[in-house]
């Protein structure tokens, strides 16, 4: 990969002042540069035989503001590198082994959403969503299949949502009021029509409730309330495990706040859904 197109390898071969221990990071980072941005920092401190700490200082020297936002420029690197049709996938070869490192970085990122999530962030998520008029989510790629599911949960406890258009989002925004709530997910790289949007509902009044994987990204600038939704795969997609997780939590709140109109909401879904089902 050649450094004059990439700005991290530029900032690894020009870095000053480095300690012995970081050099060695920064070493087996630019031999490794396309397996790199699969790496966990556990993973980069034991390849570079060094620590989590140092892994996190060295980030920090490079002036990014931790080991996340580096990792997250190696992975633009090689997405620039090898082209949107091509995919890195660093898997151990066994299935069982693939398998359980998928559910390894999995339960690793639920651990950093049950972090950052507090109680009373998820009591202002749920008020918002409970007192809106109307609710719109949107999403492209594979944040629209996350909108979906949300979508999906939330009508399940009797609230109402539209489901965006990506082709169309700023019109659907300019449906919204300040009493209703746009609901927007985007991860990196992110979609311009959603940042637009988030930006455009923001400009209107209309609360925006963002779910992005950077509470310091274009997105969370835009919004009333922002949830981290982490997300280190194996591939270059982003897992939706936690924000399976993470919607169900919201709705499953939701539902319990009042039972019972949550039960005859779900079994007035059902009964419509019924005639779809395959006769057993």
Sequence with gaps: MSATKNPLLNRLHSAQG????????ADCLIANMNEAPLWGV?????????????????????????????????????????????????????????????????????????????EDLLKKVVHQIKSSRLRLAIGDGVSALMARQLAYLLINTGLPVLEGNP???????????????????SIMPYTQETL??????????????????????????????????PG?????????TTFGVLAHAIATSIASQDPHLALKKLREVERVALPKFAKS
């Design 42 to 118: 556990e993973e980069l401190a034991q390849k570079s035989q060094t620590c989590v700490a140092t892994v996190v200082r060295f980030a920090k020297k490079l002036e990014y503001s931790g080991y996340l936002e580096m990792r997250k420029a190696l992975v633009t690197a090689a997405k620039k590198h090898y082209g949107r049709g091509e995919q890195l996938l660093q898997a151990p070869v066994r299935a069982s082994a693939t398998l359980l490192e998928v559910a390894r970085r999995d339960i690793r990122n639920l651990e950093t959403l049950v972090q950052a999530v507090n």
């Design 196 to 229: 637009d949007a988030a930006a455009y509902a923001r400009k209107r009044g209309v609360p925006v409730l963002a779910f992005t994987d950077n509470l310091n990204g274009p997105l969370a600038k835009s919004a009333s309330l922002a949830l981290p939704i």
């Design 167 to 185: 082709a169309d989002f700023a019109t659907q925004v300019g449906m919204l009021e300040s009493k209703d709530l746009l609901i927007a997910i």
């Design 18 to 25: 480095l300690s012995p221990s970081q050099r060695q990071i």
């Design 232 to 240: 280190e795969n194996l591939l270059f997609s982003h897992s939706v």
